[in-house]
């Protein structure tokens, strides 16, 4: 049976990304063309339809020149008719298969698809053997021929995608494309944190063989830096994580990479293997863990955990997976530091020199971004490894913020902690830095309640920098009152014989001006390359520097890179909101979220531009909205239809009211550094209230 090309579905969300236009506009096509293609399957709320199909549709009304393959092959993915994670495993499979023996790929896309299914398993068999060992101890199982021909075609798409992004860089962005769609079916560790832990994990020197107990998807021992001969094990409960977590590894770098799939903590799968370090973002406030199965387990050398402390469980797992001296650093709930239930642990890891640093990270930093979770960083103790007398602590929330923003920057996270660690790593102290880092005395923590949150046992900074920096404040803002004063617009008088609503001209849409080539749209991917800042829809609202991260799974030929005059606007959370780009934001990445237009400025004025499209009519106007969330259709937005000479007047007046909005801002943000600091002052006794 030969697989159908038109098998493929996808939904109305998938169509609105194939034609570069909002849901809306194909709920109305859907209403308006007795020709859209019919649905093929979902629910009568949701259904999708045959992507063939569409995509003639879609070129006979002229709407759809050609599908970008990278979009080609996710909606094959997302439409496979086994589900996308199998999808994704196939995918991975073929992919190591294209990395590893070209030659043999080559020879087999030559045949018919029937035959490809036939002739592949063998193939993948030998290249997934050598790279995971024999069946009964992996978690790569090799599909048989009748589960791969729904799938050629897709395999098919994703080697020529790996022509184009390399087989790492194709594999990274369908499982980035996985998982944002899906973000409540996954636990994440972002680049950042996990790139964070490697570096706390291997800074005495490089692991050879590294561990992680509860993989996910794999981001923590990704962010591992390569060595030779390197060994990367990992674990996870959900089979199809343990086999996506291989293939991910095996494509990233040519380490010996194990996996297995099994409950970590019932039934470890590497009870007699030691490593050199051990990363572990645990599933946090599980109840279910085992408790009443593993009281004798001799795992818990420091105590067995009540059933409300699982991750006190992680602790002691990963500290009995390590050699003597090995390194295992955890992503923790700040209650672990706290809760009365755990105390007796808590001070047994102390006495014994197992946990040697206590790191509180800004909240927003990795799921669930309500809450600054902690890093814990401990240290098998052995013959060779004396117990420590001192635990460093560090806040990073303190960290202090370079550029005058509120918004932490996390590069300036990173760089604090490790600064801290080091020098605390190579010495077994550290200064005390206020508000930041301490090495506190493990006697002086050995107390009723062993509470090991930083921000209990750091001295705050001095309030607000102190009397004298609090005079500095204190005179910006009345510079920036001062400004914010001269720079208010003045109103406009009216002329009661000519009505301005009486002369307003025609409007046109940002859609027809696209279409007219008087602009371009382009679409923020949060790509970026190394050192290049993303600028994200936060920086956007706040009117600040560009402060993102580069996405981990997106490509970085997929990047947007903005320059001096483009207008960038977020379509979620329904405020009106529109930013010129000037010499200081231009070159930075374009992040999720937003969308950038390019006027040509022989027909349109950039702040004319950005000025028309922030009015909270016309957003109500382009706004659909979900249940819990808005999006606009920017295309939808509108603007007079003016000559160049005729936009210079509204030019001008909305480069004023940016000028005062971004006085106003600052203004704000000094007078809440200035009360903030003087509460602080007055409260903790360094200010006097005379």
């Not at 409540?184 to 680049?191: G, W």
């Not at 790593?425 to 830095?433: F, K, L, P, Q």
Request: charged content about 25%; glycine content about 8%.
């Amino acid at each position: 049976m030969k697989p159908r090309d038109d098998a493929t579905e996808v939904t109305a969300a998938g169509i609105a990304r194939l034609a570069g236009v909002g849901r809306a506009a194909v709920s109305n096509w859907r209403r308006r063309h007795g020709d859209f293609p019919k649905p093929v399957g979902g629910t009568e709320t949701s259904p999708s339809f045959a992507l063939a199909d569409v995509e003639r549709w879609l070129r006979a009304q002229g709407k759809l020149v050609e599908v970008p393959l990278r979009e080609r092959v996710w909606q094959q993915l997302a439409g496979h008719p086994a589900g996308p994670v199998t999808a994704l495993l196939h995918a991975g499979c073929a992919l190591l298969l294209v990395r590893d023996r070209p030659p043999a790929w080559l020879a087999l896309g030559a045949v018919s698809d029937e035959r490809l299914a036939q002739l592949l398993p063998a193939e993948l068999e030998d290249v997934v053997t050598l790279r995971f060992g024999t069946r009964r101890r992996r978690a790569v199982r090799v599909p048989e021929p009748a589960e791969l021909l729904p799938s050629v075609p897709l395999l098919r798409g994703v080697a020529e995608l790996a022509a184009e992004l390399g087989a790492r860089g194709a594999y990274e962005f369908l499982l980035g494309r996985q998982t944002d769609a899906n973000p409540r079916q996954y636990t994440l560790t972002p680049a950042g944190p996990a790139a964070l832990m490697a570096e706390l994990a291997t800074s005495t020197a490089p692991a050879r063989t590294v561990l992680d107990p509860a993989c996910g998807t794999g981001a923590l021992l990704r962010a591992v830096a390569p060595r030779p001969d390197q060994c990367l094990y990992g674990q996870d409960s959900a089979p199809e994580l343990a086999a996506l977590t291989a293939l991910r590894l095996a494509l990233h770098s040519d380490a010996t990479v194990r996996t297995m799939a099994a409950d970590t903590l019932r039934a470890d799968a590497y009870d007699e293997r030691t490593a050199d370090v051990v990363l572990c973002h645990p599933p946090f406030n599980e109840r279910n863990w085992g408790h009443d199965e593993l009281a004798y387990d001799t795992r818990w050398e420091y105590g067995f955990p009540a059933r409300a402390e699982s991750e006190l469980a992680w602790v002691q797992h990963a500290l009995a997976r390590l050699v003597d001296g090995g390194t295992a650093v955890l992503l923790m709930p700040p209650a672990a530091a706290s809760r009365r239930s755990g105390r007796r642990i808590r001070a047994d890891l102390l006495r014994r020199g197992a946990l040697r640093a206590v790191i509180a990270l800004p909240a927003g930093a990795a799921p669930p971004y309500n809450l600054p979770l902690h890093v814990w960083v401990l240290r098998r103790p052995g013959p060779a490894v004396p117990p420590a007398p001192e635990l460093l602590l560090v806040e990073a929330a303190g960290v202090p913020d370079t550029d005058g923003r509120d918004k932490q920057l996390w590069p300036a996270v990173q760089d604090a902690v490790l600064d801290a660690w080091h020098r605390f790593d190579r010495h077994g102290t550290v200064a005390e830095r206020p508000g930041l880092a301490r090495s506190v005395p493990v006697l002086e923590l050995l107390d009723d309640e062993v509470d090991l949150a930083p921000a209990r046992r750091l001295p705050p900074p001095a309030a607000g920098g102190g009397t004298t920096e609090l005079a500095t404040v204190r005179k910006s803002l009345g510079e920036a009152l001062r400004r914010a004063v001269d720079l208010t617009p003045p109103l406009p008088q009216e002329d009661p014989a000519h009505p301005a609503a009486a002369a307003r001209p025609p409007l046109t849409s940002v859609g027809e001006l696209a279409r007219a080539g008087a602009l371009t749209l382009h679409t923020g991917t949060g790509a970026g390359g190394a050192g290049v800042p993303v600028l994200t829809d936060h920086d956007v609202l706040t009117g600040s520097a560009p402060s993102g991260a580069p996405h981990e799974g997106a490509p970085d030929d997929t990047v947007v890179r903005t320059e001096p005059g483009d207008v960038v606007v977020p379509v979620f959370g329904g405020g009106a909101a529109a930013r010129v780009v000037d010499e200081a934001t231009a070159g930075a990445a374009l992040g999720r979220g937003l969308t950038l237009l390019r006027p040509d400025p022989a027909v349109l004025d950039p702040w004319f531009l950005a000025g028309f499209l922030r009015g909270t009519a016309n957003h109500r106007r382009a706004s659909s909205y979900a249940s819990t969330a808005a999006r606009l259709d920017v295309r939808r937005l509108q603007l007079p239809r003016l000559p160049l000479a005729g936009q210079r007047g509204y030019s001008e007046r909305f480069r004023e009211l940016a000028a005062f909005e971004d006085a106003v801002r600052l203004a704000g943000r000094l007078g809440e550094r200035l009360v903030r600091g003087m509460h602080d002052g007055l409260t903790e006794g360094t200010l006097p209230p005379e």
